[in-house]
């Protein structure tokens, strides 16, 4: 009996202070390390397996996205009544549920970038080289294009009377209204995916169980919700690229590359990653000499829109 009781007395002494958590706990040692940046050219992966296997990997990603993606918009596309559909709030689902899904599925093996803007500003960041960051890109694209003409496999005439899930302006908003709505929905994605993904916060805040997968699917749900009525929502270069090119009509293009200012769908998300790189640098110049400087690209857009 005075055993036991010298057991429970020396397990509740073990503890003696309560262990600080959250940002209470940011100045206590852990067991981590900033890692070393990538470099700019890394010969040596050209000659990697995993290399080749993780490009592979987003090939395969993109594809499934843009596939399951386009389905469901024509599918609501094609019915008369939205009642008889899932709707914008399917239509937002499907395309977070499938980040989940794929970025849960690849992180493993290539990262489960599945956008070239997060490859971009991943490059940005030196999370990885420009070899690897090109190589995911042109994989990235190439997935999204075959993904959009599997879909008009099944049935062309219905494929170009329901508009191919290709992004455009809507009716009623400007391009300049469409510029605005890509960068801040890119920000809220790329934004999404380095804070999920930092190591750093990891260590730091181990108490917190953190699927990173989930926030990134939740912010592509969100930010669909809010500019699928505005530009059908892009935030992805590869999934308006593959769903343009296969779509291949008239204004379908005119929204993306009508005029060097007016790039909303491919050039104006690499600006949004690229504040992103800068922010958390917090120099308080360079977060103006950006701001101006899209300013003037959005000024710049919205001039080229009414002299049209």
């Known amino acids: 009996m005075e055993g036991k009781e010298e057991d429970v007395r020396l397990g509740a002494n073990k503890f003696t202070e309560r262990q600080p958590i959250g940002t209470a706990a940011q100045t206590q040692d852990k067991d981590y390390r900033e890692p070393p940046p990538a470099p700019l050219f890394e010969p040596t992966e050209l000659t990697s397996w995993s290399f080749y296997r993780a490009g592979i990997a987003e ?20 019915s008369s009544t939205k009642c008889s559909t899932v709707g914008i709030q399917g239509i937002a689902w499907a395309f977070g549920g499938m980040i989940f899904a794929l970025v849960y599925c690849t992180a493993g093996i290539s990262g489960g970038h599945i956008n070239p803007a997060v490859t971009f500003g991943l490059f940005l960041a030196r999370k990885l080289s420009l070899t690897r960051a090109v190589y995911y890109m042109l994989m990235q694209c ?11 496999g ?16 809507n009716p009623g908003y400007t391009k300049g209204d469409g510029l605005g709505a890509e960068i801040v929905g890119t920000f809220v994605l790329v934004y999404t995916v380095f804070s999920a993904t930092d190591a750093k916060r990891s260590a730091r805040d181990s108490h917190v169980p953190i699927l990173a997968p989930l926030p990134i699917g939740f912010a592509v749900f969100l930010v669909h919700l809010a500019t699928i009525p505005i530009t059908g929502t892009g935030i992805n270069p590869a999934r308006s690229l593959g769903a343009a ?3 291949n009509q008239d204004h379908a293009w005119d ?8 790039f909303i769908f491919f050039f104006f998300r690499f600006v949004a990653v690229t504040m992103l790189a800068l922010y958390p640098l917090r120099y308080e ?8 400087s899209i300013g003037m690209f959005s000024n710049g857009a919205l001039f080229m829109s009414k002299r049209r």
């Open 59 to 78: 090939f395969v990603a993109t594809f499934l996205f843009l596939y399951i993606t386009i389905l469901t918009v024509m599918g609501v596309s094609k």
């Open 142 to 152: 190439l997935g999204a294009i075959c993904g959009a003409g599997v879909v008009k």
């Open 154 to 169: 099944f049935d062309k005439s219905q494929y170009k009377i329901l508009g191919g899930g290709a992004n455009s302006v």
């Open 285 to 292: 110049k360079m977060g103006m000499s950006v701001t101006v």
């Open 245 to 247: 090119i296969i779509y």
């Open 255 to 262: 929204d993306h590359v009508s005029t060097i200012f007016e």
